[in-house]
DNA sequence: GCCAACGTTGGC
DNA sequence: GCCAACGTTGGC
């Protein structure tokens, strides 16, 4: 039996990449997450196909801004190993990397980005983990029903 | 720019 | 193993 799809939402500071840079580049190796917890997801529980909610962080509004879909297994992380990279670690090495990534590949732009502030405003949506307070794990897991309502909200019908 | 919440580090 | 100090995240 094929495996279930699962789905996430990953952040990203658009002053660092945006979506715009996603959909310029195509796909791109989710570099420079130094987080454990955010490291395993990617590591052991994301398989290519799983679907992504991309989300601006620490921006005016932040918000889910389109959809990226994983494209690789988890592969080390190389700017670990670059001693002039933000993401250096000095602790990882070959046989143990340490750090750990896939690739994402970009699918869409939402026609209507759906701010923060939205997803606070709709009830389909409480309990999605981006909404916690203090939730600042940059790779997190989507409820099926929480993905399938950003969609919703993010290409409205009857619009534009 | 502020600051609450969180994760990590290191002394003990 | 505890926990205070520190650095970072990220909304506001």
């Known amino acids: ?7 996430w939402l990953m952040k990203s500071e658009p002053d660092v990449y945006s979506i715009d840079d996603l959909q ?11 987080n454990y917890q955010a490291r395993n997801f990617m590591r ?36 670990a190993f670059d001693a002039n990279s933000p993401y250096y670690d000095a602790k990882a090495t070959s046989e143990n990397p340490i750090w750990q990534l896939v690739d ?3 699918i869409s ?8 502030e939205d997803l606070k405003a709709d009830s389909a949506l409480e309990g999605m983990l981006v909404l ?5 794990l940059s790779v997190q897991p989507v409820e ?17």
């Open 144 to 160: 099926p029903h929480h993905f399938e309502r950003v969609v919703e909200l993010g290409n409205p019908r009857g619009k534009n």
């Open 132 to 136: 916690k307070k203090g939730m600042r």
């Open 24 to 34: 310029r580049d195509g796909s791109t190796s989710w570099e420079g997450v130094r």
């Open 104 to 106: 994402v590949q970009f």
């Open 44 to 79: 052991d529980d994301m398989r290519e196909g799983d679907l992504v909610l991309f989300y601006h962080s620490n921006t005016k509004p932040p918000g889910v801004v389109g959809l990226a879909r994983v494209c690789s297994s988890a592969h080390p992380d190389e700017t």
């Open 1 to 7: 039996m094929a495996a279930k799809r699962r789905y």
């Open 109 to 116: 732009k939402f026609p209507h980005p759906v701010g923060r």
